[in-house]
């Protein structure tokens, strides 16, 4: 297994943890820092607690995900580097869905502002 694999999975994992245990009160750029979530403190701070589970729920996937496409490559005969350019292209994906799932909580919890 390529170790490089896991490192969009792993990050996730850690970044859902860490901003889970830290919530950030103060609107500013740590937490999960979107142009929707600094519109009000309570759009802030909605922010911060859904943004850490979707974002390690995400990772969870992902990480699962490559896990199983780094064990059938070779049952799916398929070449080490086709396999990374599989992976980064899911890992691109996932940060868009996690953006985007974010984003549609927030707009639908603040369909007004």
Known sequence: MNIQLFIMPITLIL??????????????????????SKKSQETWLFAQQVAPKIILKNGLILFLITIVFSMFH?????????LKEIIYTINFIFLIITYELIESKLRKKFPNL
């Open 15 to 36: 970044l859902g943890i860490l901003l889970n245990f830290k919530t950030f009160h103060k609107i500013g750029g740590n937490g999960y820092a979107s142009h929707f």
């Open 74 to 82: 070779t049952v799916l005969n398929i070449n080490i580097n086709n």
